[in-house]
């Protein structure tokens, strides 16, 4: 089975629906920025404020490049801007979790811990610049998408479903 790899703004709750699929299927999940954390031994956050975001991407195209070569029937979730991985297509199925700006941003808004998610992501620091971004990339992550699911007032558990249902 191919992998299949979930993409979209930040905050749209990528981790959130990969950890219901691995509970609603046999796959097991893998987190591109995890994988990061760990490669560098400290935050996204950090490696963005003392190497900048050209290192991190660099950092993005070599797990793209070990997740080609070396993982199979696996689910991906990745950050905000893995989408412009150049071999994404050869990874495996990729599934575009979207969303408008402000669903996405009330969504974080209204998590309990929403201080700490909001701190997590760099550039959702500027909530105007955000909501630029979100424009820029919808179209982008559209484009290199096997599979658009709309996100929007669904239940985690019902965009899994529907996913697995897709992808099957």
């Given at each position: 089975?191919?992998?299949?790899?979930?993409?979209?703004?930040?905050?749209?709750?990528?981790?959130?629906?990969?950890?219901?699929?691995?509970?609603?299927?046999?796959?097991?999940?893998l987190?591109?920025?995890?994988?990061?954390?760990?490669?560098?031994n400290?935050?996204?956050?950090?490696?963005?404020?003392?190497?900048?975001?050209?290192?991190?991407?660099?950092?993005?195209?070599?797990?793209?490049l070990?997740?080609?070569?070396?993982?199979?029937?696996?689910?991906?979730?990745?950050?905000?801007?893995?989408?412009?991985?150049?071999?994404?297509?050869?990874?495996g199925?990729?599934?575009?979790?979207?969303?408008?700006?402000?669903?996405?941003?009330?969504?974080?808004?209204?998590?309990?811990?929403?201080?700490?998610?909001?701190?997590?992501?760099?550039?959702?620091?500027?909530?105007?610049?955000?909501?630029?971004?979100?424009?820029?990339?919808?179209?982008?992550?559209?484009?290199?998408?096997?599979?658009?699911?709309?996100v929007?007032?669904?239940?985690?558990?019902?965009?899994?479903?529907?996913?697995?249902?897709?992808?099957?």
């Amino acid at each position: 089975m191919k992998n299949i790899i979930l993409i979209g703004f930040m905050g749209v709750g990528k981790g959130s629906v990969a950890r219901e699929i691995v509970k609603q299927s046999d796959l097991v999940a893998l987190d591109t920025d995890d994988i990061i954390e760990s490669m560098e031994n400290r935050s996204i956050k950090k490696i963005f404020a003392e190497s900048g975001e050209e290192y991190f991407r660099a950092l993005e195209r070599k797990v793209a490049l070990w997740l080609q070569k070396e993982v199979d029937g696996t689910l991906i979730s990745t950050g905000g801007g893995f989408f412009k991985v150049p071999n994404l297509s050869k990874i495996g199925t990729v599934v575009y979790l979207s969303a408008p700006f402000e669903t996405i941003h009330n969504r974080i808004l209204a998590h309990p811990d929403a201080a700490k998610k909001l701190r997590k992501r760099p550039l959702f620091q500027d909530i105007e610049k955000a909501r630029k971004l979100h424009e820029e990339r919808a179209a982008h992550y559209k484009k290199v998408a096997d599979i658009t699911i709309d996100v929007s007032g669904k239940e985690i558990s019902e965009i899994a479903k529907e996913i697995l249902k897709k992808v099957k």
